[in-house]
């Protein structure tokens, strides 16, 4: 009994640790990451019922990190091997981008609790998760991939593709629809005799179960407490309101006399209706009932003028930057970008 209570305390420890660990970048954000800005006075065109908090563009951001990490993690994985995508520095991305966007909302308003419990409950558990995955790839992972040699097994190759297509899901569907039963089963199915296949099917049916049983957990929870809104409502003008006949999924509301009021899909079909608006030559006034946005925008240099942060991208040898402007600049900042070598990855709503 003595050595099991001896043995129980150091895993009470540990397990106190371990929590202590994932939690630490919370209280970095919320002690060390605080704006001392003021919100400047804004009188929406919009109804209240079409305004959504302008903080939200800003603390939307950390969700597309992950969304982002995947894809470089597919990006890496194409070619090489898990162990050599940068885990920690994923991880770290996550929250020092996350300490720039809190410190920056000071400057257009509170932050709701809601919002901001999500992004920490995603951190914490996006930062478990890659722990937890570089702990195996970068040790038992490694090891095998070793044995295996230079020339990939089909497992690798499969398992790279549903990365990839798994990355690309997240674009515009959250992460818990996505069907891992599936990838486990193509695993199952596809695996060789090959000792790389055995531990890839192995390893990654574990990670595949894992998730599809907490990927049930978050869609039970979601459908409890009700979807977030699909769609917003925008002000553009200088253009004709028959012009907007060339947008699917574009609704006329109404006119007002500072613009035409219309109804969009939000998410990543948000970004590139605005782009190809842009480019046509119309002029965007209020989002959401906001006149401030936070766009991402990749390039070749490790530094852009408007970027209120940067961040090497894995795997792509190129910079992501994160740059907010008015929304009443957003179309004129789109029609510019190439000239500043820059290409639009994703316009963040709210």
């Not at 060390?32 to 109804?47: D, F, H, K, N, T």
């Not at 209240?48 to 908090?53: F, G, Q, T, V, W």
């Amino acid at each position: 009994m003595r050595r099991l209570w001896i043995w129980g305390r150091r895993a009470g420890i540990v397990a106190l640790l371990l929590v202590a660990g994932l939690l630490a970048p919370v209280v970095w954000v919320e002690t060390m990451c605080r704006g001392r800005g003021v919100p400047s006075p804004y009188s929406a065109l919009l109804p209240p019922s079409a305004y959504r908090l302008e903080s939200r563009t800003l603390l939307t951001y950390p969700e597309w990190h992950i969304v982002h990490a995947y894809d470089d993690y597919a990006e890496v994985i194409r070619t090489g091997d898990p162990h050599e995508f940068g885990y920690v520095q994923s991880v770290a991305g996550f929250w020092s981008s996350l300490c720039v966007l809190n410190e920056t909302a000071s400057t257009v308003g509170d932050v709701d609790f809601a919002t901001k419990q999500m992004v920490f409950v995603i951190g914490v558990s996006f930062t478990a998760e890659l722990m937890l995955k570089a702990a195996y790839e970068e040790t038992i992972g490694r090891l095998f991939a070793w044995q295996r040699g230079a020339e990939r097994a089909p497992l690798d190759d499969l398992s790279a593709a549903q990365a990839a297509e798994y990355a690309e899901f997240l674009q515009q569907v959250p992460w818990y629809q996505w069907d891992f039963r599936q990838d486990a089963e193509a695993l199952r199915q596809s695996a060789t005799d090959v000792l790389r296949d055995r531990e890839r099917r192995f390893a990654l049916g574990l990670e595949y179960g894992a998730k599809a049983a907490y990927a049930d957990l978050i869609a039970q929870a979601v459908a409890a407490t009700g979807f977030d809104e699909l769609r917003l409502r925008m002000v553009v003008s200088g253009k004709p309101a028959e012009d907007l006949a060339a947008y699917d999924a574009v609704q006329l509301i109404e006119t007002i006399p500072e613009g035409i009021v219309i109804e969009t899909p939000r998410y990543r079909a948000l970004t590139h209706l605005l782009e190809a608006m842009a480019q046509d030559g119309w002029q965007f006034r209020e989002i959401a009932g906001n006149d401030d946005i936070l766009f991402t925008v990749l390039s070749d240099h490790p530094t852009h003028q408007d970027a209120i942060a940067s961040f090497p991208r894995q795997g792509y040898g190129d910079f992501r930057h994160l740059v907010m402007v008015k929304v009443s600049a957003l179309s004129d900042q789109l029609q510019n970008l190439q000239v500043s070598g820059a290409r639009l990855e994703h316009v963040h709503d709210y």
